[in-house]
C-alpha cells in the first residue's frame, strides 16, 4: 500500500520542462522575434516583419520552433489533474504565467493570460497518458494530446514559421498527404 501512495504522489507533481522538436527549441514567438531583432545581419524587411509580430499580441503568442538550435527554450509548467495537464509558461512580462490553449477556428497553438485552462495529454511510446514518473528520468520522446478534440498536435509551416495544430493541417481528401503527429523531445528541468 505504501507503494501505491508514493506513486500516486508522484504522478500528480507539477514540474517544468522544456520542449525540443528536430532539435530546435519550443519558444513562444515573441521570443523568437525579439531574438531575430538581436541579429547584426537582419534586413529590413525581416526587421519590419518582426516589430510587426511584436506589436501584435496574438501574432506574439503563438507557439513555434525557435529558429535556431542554440536559443533559449520556453520553460512551461506542467500542473496535473489526473492523467492530464493545463501546461503555463514560466517566463517574465507580458505573457508571465500564460496558459497554452487550442484557438477555437484555427486550431492553432497559442499562449494566452485570458485563456481558459485547457489540458494537454502526454503520450509516449511506452504509455498512452504518461506521467511524470513516465519521463523524469531523462529526454523523452512524446506526443501531446489536445484534450479538447483528443488529438496530438501536428507541425505546420506557413511563411517560413512553425505552428502547432490540433488537427491534420492536411487540406486534401487523400490520405497519402497525411502528417505525423509532432514528436516532441522533453527535458524536465525540476
Known amino acids: 500500500m505504501g507503494n501505491v501512495m508514493s506513486l500516486a504522489k508522484t504522478n500528480n ?6 520542449l525540443y522538436l528536430d532539435g530546435r527549441p519550443v519558444v513562444l514567438n515573441q521570443q523568437r522575434l525579439q531574438q531575430a531583432l538581436r541579429d547584426p545581419r537582419i534586413t529590413n524587411l525581416e526587421k519590419l516583419d518582426a516589430e510587426v ?4 499580441s496574438r501574432v506574439a503568442s503563438f507557439i ?3 529558429d535556431h538550435e542554440d536559443d533559449a527554450p520556453l520553460l512551461l509548467k506542467f500542473v496535473p489533474k489526473g492523467n492530464e495537464y493545463a ?3 514560466e517566463l517574465a512580462g507580458v505573457f508571465e ?6 484557438e477555437d477556428k484555427t486550431h492553432n497553438l497559442l499562449a494566452g493570460t485570458r485563456a481558459p ?3 494537454f495529454s502526454i503520450r509516449t511510446y511506452a504509455a498512452p497518458k504518461a506521467s511524470f514518473s513516465d519521463i523524469e ?3 523523452v520522446y512524446l506526443d501531446l494530446i489536445s484534450q479538447q478534440n483528443d488529438k496530438p498536435l501536428y507541425r505546420h509551416m506557413s511563411s517560413g514559421m512553425s505552428t502547432f495544430l490540433n488537427v491534420d493541417p492536411n487540406m486534401t481528401v487523400h ?4 502528417n505525423k503527429p509532432a514528436t516532441f523531445v522533453i527535458k524536465v528541468i525540476k
Open 64 to 66: 513555434t520552433l525557435a
Open 97 to 102: 504565467g500564460a496558459r497554452l490553449f487550442i
Open 13 to 18: 507533481q507539477t514540474f517544468t520542462a522544456h
Open 175 to 178: 490520405n497519402a498527404l497525411n
Open 87 to 89: 501546461i503555463s509558461l
Open 117 to 119: 485552462v485547457q489540458y
Open 137 to 139: 528520468s531523462g529526454p
Open 53 to 56: 509580430g511584436l506589436a501584435d
